[in-house]
């Protein structure tokens, strides 16, 4: 799959299980910022794409889960993430210390998920430093929405309202693994949750962003000018 234009100065590659895993380029300078690192399956994807478009300066982590850190040891570039977000990147687990598995409503997606995440992870990241709420990073502001992960960010540029999230929203059905009908959302399944109820507040915030272009960590970006209702409705599911 090839990269596609999301919004000025912003590229999406898609990879690995039905293409659902993101991983985003910044334009920055003569490079690019990868904005979450994906799968350990897309670490060659993710090297040819960053060569296309200048080099990679710099990963940033989304957040620190296995399916969102997958490339980023094989990068060959600095990678950081927020500070509530280091101990877990820099932690060798591919299933994250406060993942509750036995919440999902569907056995067989129960019994696999261990086995995905394992094969998903990159393993270990060393963290070159930290961002954190307000940083610039390649013309976005970084928020920090904290409750799906503790150290959880998304980029923000208020000039076009795009806003690229990581797993503050999900587009996925995460339980039955399948995406969600088109253009619908949810806050993500409380069994990956380090904190549900911080996480639906997160995504709340999000909706006051008002957003109309929403990149979110797997599944296409949602586009529209009533993303705000879906993004409130969205808080209220799970
Ligand atoms: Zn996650």
């Known amino acids: 799959m090839g990269l596609e234009k999301v919004a000025d100065g912003v ?13 985003y380029f910044l334009e920055d300078g ?10 350990k399956g897309m670490r060659k994807a993710v090297k040819a794409a960053g060569e296309q478009l200048g ?12 399916d969102h850190r997958g490339t980023a040891p094989y990068v060959g570039a600095p990678v950081f993430c927020h500070a509530d977000d280091v101990a877990d990147a820099e932690n060798d687990a591919a299933i994250t210390p406060y993942f509750d598995l036995s919440q999902l409503p569907v056995a067989w997606v129960r019994w696999i998920y261990p086995t995905l995440l394992r094969h998903w992870d990159g393993g270990a990241v060393r963290i070159a430093g930290t961002v954190a709420e307000g940083d610039e990073i390649a013309g976005f502001r970084v928020v920090h929405f904290p409750g799906h992960a503790p150290g959880l960010i998304g980029l923000w ?7 690229l999230v990581s797993d503050v929203v999900y587009l996925v059905d995460s339980g039955r693994l399948k995406p969600l ?41 949602l586009r529209g000018e ?12 799970h």
């Open 226 to 237: 009533s993303l705000r209702a879906t993004l409130e409705r969205a808080a209220e599911k």
């Open 157 to 163: 540029r208020e000039s076009d309202r795009v806003a």
């Open 181 to 221: 009908p088109e253009g619908e959302a949810s806050v993500p399944h409380p069994a990956w949750a380090w904190d549900h109820e911080q996480a639906k507040q997160s995504l709340r915030r999000l909706a006051a962003l008002d957003p109309c272009v929403v990149g979110a960590g797997h599944e296409p970006p």
């Open 30 to 39: 003569d490079g690019v910022v990868q904005f979450d690192a994906g799968t």
């Open 55 to 66: 080099g990679i300066k710099r990963v940033v982590l989304g957040h620190a889960h296995a």
């Open 11 to 23: 590229w999406l590659l898609r990879g690995d299980f039905r293409g659902a895993m993101n991983v």
